[in-house]
């Protein structure tokens, strides 16, 4: 007992260590700093160039989701190279800052007045915003919808998630509810990034003509690695390239100029040396002359992949989920998430109950599901037929399972919508059932609905409400039931029997935002 209050005691004394530690390297680094480090509403003037360049803009770092400031001058060079370069800087915290991620809309409020003082502060020279992530659609809020467009000459937005990240659906959907209440990441900065809400976000931004009054310039990463990372786990689940957090697809703008995708990952897009040559030639303190061109680039929503199972809840001791593998399945890939870091998963095999006990090593999570760790098995061509995973905390816990799929039988299941985003449609290229009277598909669903109002009160809703529908659905036809405007997040579990009479399961999870017009995104 002594033990491990002494044990507990030198946590504590270490986390107010570094407490400290960052909040005296922060009023180090700065000129000046308004406000108290590391609180939201804070911002600080770095250091001036030694020689600084009367002919360039002013720098304003935005930080992403549960990031602060630190994230462009830790383990980045970004702020040593743009004095090197002349520039004057600024670095803004954020709702995010103070431990409590909230929407672009109140970060975008916060961001506007922040634009305003340091606008004072260099006497009305024109500001260049550069976000990161998240950071990048509160800048729009600020400037487009809070209107301090005429404070700014360009906007530079790395690694945005301009259409929503996937990962931000993973983190509000009923499988992760348990795991994100615990870890404290179902917070309303990560449920403002969901893909449909997001959807609804660029349409009632991009017609704007404020849009037009600042040039947009958008930088991305394609590199989801290294194995068995937090990009790794990312970029499994995100279709299509990605940086392991954000899309290709979803870091374009229409009317942004994309600079460079590059080899980076989400923690080093944003890296001085990868981002600020790109753009520091771009950028002037000059407005844009004539009115930006689209690139008629659009984020269409097309057919899910279907090879991912999910599946969460609770945990006080042992957890168990068992799981189909159909035949010729050449891959699984096993992220067991826990609120707790474990060091080992036991994995039971199809047959004669054979088990094997594997030693994993948890990775914690940094992004959307900060706090979480994440312990990665990969099993080469596996036994079809039923799968057994335990694992055992001696605390109060949660977990999440997800298993990936290496199949061939990925490419004959599709899941789309059906006219409209309130609708959406389970396919196969194959019939339902088989020979041996096995029955139809059942679709099972939960839907989370968040009620918001947009732009109207300028917030997610705090209150979340379940609507549960485990039916066997014989046209495979999930609806999404209208309950007001608002933030529906749909989990689909499929279940059914291949033409050879092997069992499958397979997981979907989509957002969708109805507007107060009935109109889905």
Do not use: C
């Amino acid at each position: 007992m002594k033990k491990r209050s002494l044990g507990f005691t030198f946590a504590i004394v270490l986390v107010f260590a570094l407490i400290f530690q960052s909040v005296g390297l922060a009023n180090s680094l700065f000129h000046k700093t308004e406000g108290e480090p590391f609180e939201p509403g804070t911002f600080h003037i770095g250091t001036l160039p030694a020689e600084p360049d009367p002919n360039k803009p002013v720098l304003v770092f935005v930080q992403g989701l549960t990031n602060n400031s630190t994230t462009w001058y830790q383990g980045n060079n970004m702020y040593d190279l743009a004095r090197q370069e002349g520039f004057e800087t600024a670095f803004v915290e954020l709702h995010d800052s103070g431990g409590t991620p909230k929407s672009y809309w109140d970060n975008g409020a916060i961001l506007a007045d922040q634009l305003e003082q340091i606008s004072d502060y260099f006497n009305g020279k024109k500001l260049v915003v550069v976000g990161y992530s998240k950071g990048g659609v509160d800048a729009q809020v600020a400037l487009i919808h809070e209107g301090k467009h005429h404070l700014v000459s360009d906007v530079v937005t790395i690694g945005s998630p301009h259409w929503g990240s996937e990962l931000a659906d993973l983190a509000n959907s009923s499988s992760l509810g348990w795991l994100a209440a615990l870890i404290g990441q179902n917070s309303e900065g990560t449920q403002s990034l969901q893909t449909g809400v997001m959807n609804y976000f660029r349409s009632i931004t991009d017609s704007r003509w404020e849009v037009q009054q600042n040039r947009y310039y958008t930088i991305a990463g394609n590199r989801a690695g290294p194995l068995f990372s937090n990009y790794w786990f990312g970029g499994g689940f995100i279709p299509g390239a990605s940086d392991g957090v954000v899309s290709v697809a979803s870091a374009h703008l229409p009317y942004g100029e994309m600079l460079r995708i590059g080899n980076w990952n989400h923690g080093e897009v944003h890296r001085g040396s990868n981002a600020l040559p790109l753009f520091k030639d771009r950028i002037s303190t000059t407005k844009p002359m004539e009115m930006a061109a689209f690139d008629n680039f659009y984020n269409k929503t097309g057919a899910s992949a279907l090879d991912i199972l999910v599946r969460g809840g609770s945990q006080n001791g042992l957890a168990e989920e068992t799981f189909y593998v159909e035949s010729d399945v050449k891959k699984l890939s096993i992220n067991w998430m826990s609120a707790t870091e474990l060091t080992s998963v036991e994995v039971v095999r199809p047959g004669n109950n054979e088990k094997k006990v594997y030693d994993v090593v948890g990775i914690q999570d940094t992004e959307y599901f900060n706090g979480a760790w994440h312990h990665y098995i990969e099993i080469e061509h596996p036994k079809k037929g039923e799968w057994t995973i335990r694992t055992h905390t001696d605390e109060k816990s949660a977990y999440a399972m997800l298993v990936k799929f290496d199949s061939e039988l990925n490419k004959r299941l599709s899941f789309v919508e059906d006219g409209n985003k309130n609708n959406w449609r389970f396919n196969t290229d194959f019939e339902a059932g088989n020979s041996k009277g096995n029955t139809p598909f059942k679709l099972f669903y939960d839907i989370d609905f968040v009620p918001g109002k947009g732009n109207a009160n300028k917030q997610i809703g705090h209150k979340m409400r379940n609507f549960r529908q485990n039916q066997n659905h014989e046209n495979n036809l999930v609806t999404i039931p209208n309950r007001g405007e608002g933030a529906y997040n749909i989990t689909v579990n499929i279940e059914g029997v291949t033409p050879t009479g092997d069992k499958f399961q397979r997981t979907v999870i989509k957002s969708v935002y109805i507007d107060d017009q009935g109109n889905a995104y």
